[in-house]
């Protein structure tokens, strides 16, 4: 049981580059999430999808777009990445979209933008 | 708007002490709490929960949190660490009409041998 996949695990661009971050789960979640992690200031999150075919901004979604392409997969696009993005990405997901219900996460995806 | 405070950005304690790491949030509404640990080079995983009932939570690892509603308080310990314990522990606080988690900013535990 794979839980929350993410890929890749590190990645570097240069500014102005593009790339989509890729997250899929197999426990048959309704909610998916996409959090960025910054030393000192715990989780923040970017974008959730609460159902498939539904996708809502976080906290900091500047500078992000995602695609909930089913119900397995969720996946986060910079369109053109600045330094100020460097940072620890994570997916998660949860059953419900109720704040009762535990997430799950995948391992994290460490992106440097130079 | 909540916020979550975990005091202590480092923790260090002696193999086999106890630990408490402490996190307090501000919410007049009924809440849940998590407490999250990860592990170096992971994702975070679900320590232990409070949604309701006995204020007392016992999560996995032996790790239990207490709730105390009149301090907003909701305090992780651990009678006796052991070097595995090493890791960033996170606290969240949702209320029950928010989806949304908000998170503390972490307390990482160092186990000295």
């Known amino acids: 049981n794979a839980g929350v996949t993410q890929t890749p695990k590190f990645q570097v661009l240069k500014t102005g580059q593009s790339m989509t971050l890729q997250c899929a789960q197999d426990?048959?979640?309704?909610?998916m999430y996409w959090y960025r992690q910054d030393p000192g200031m715990g989780l923040r999150l970017i974008y959730y999808?609460?159902?498939?075919?539904?996708?809502d901004k976080g906290e900091v979604p500047n500078g992000y777009n995602v695609s909930r392409l089913n119900k397995r997969e969720f996946s986060l696009r910079l369109e053109s990445a600045a330094p100020s993005q460097t940072s620890v990405y994570f997916c998660?997901?949860?059953?419900?979209?109720?704040?009762?219900?535990?997430?799950?996460f995948g391992n994290g995806t460490r992106l440097t933008v130079t | 708007a909540q916020s979550v405070t975990q005091l202590d950005s480092q923790v260090p304690v002696f193999e086999e002490a106890p630990v408490e790491l402490r996190c307090n949030y501000s919410?007049?509404?009924?809440?849940?709490l998590f407490w999250y640990v990860q592990y170096p080079n992971q994702g975070l995983q679900l320590l232990l929960k409070?949604?309701?009932?006995s204020t007392l939570v016992k999560g996995i690892n032996g790790f239990e949190a207490e709730f105390n509603k009149s301090q907003t308080s909701f305090h992780l310990r651990k009678p006796s660490v052991h070097i595995s314990d090493t890791a960033e522990y996170f606290c969240?606080?949702?209320?029950?009409?928010?989806?949304?988690?908000?998170w503390g900013a972490g307390t990482k535990l160092i186990i000295k041998p």
């Open positions: 999808s609460a159902s498939e075919g539904t996708t």
């Open positions: 969240a606080v949702s209320d029950n009409s928010n989806y949304q988690l908000i």
């Open positions: 919410s007049s509404v009924s809440v849940y």
């Open positions: 409070y949604l309701s009932g």
């Open positions: 426990m048959n979640h309704n909610s």
């Open positions: 998660a997901s949860s059953e419900e979209k109720g704040g009762n219900s535990p997430l799950h």
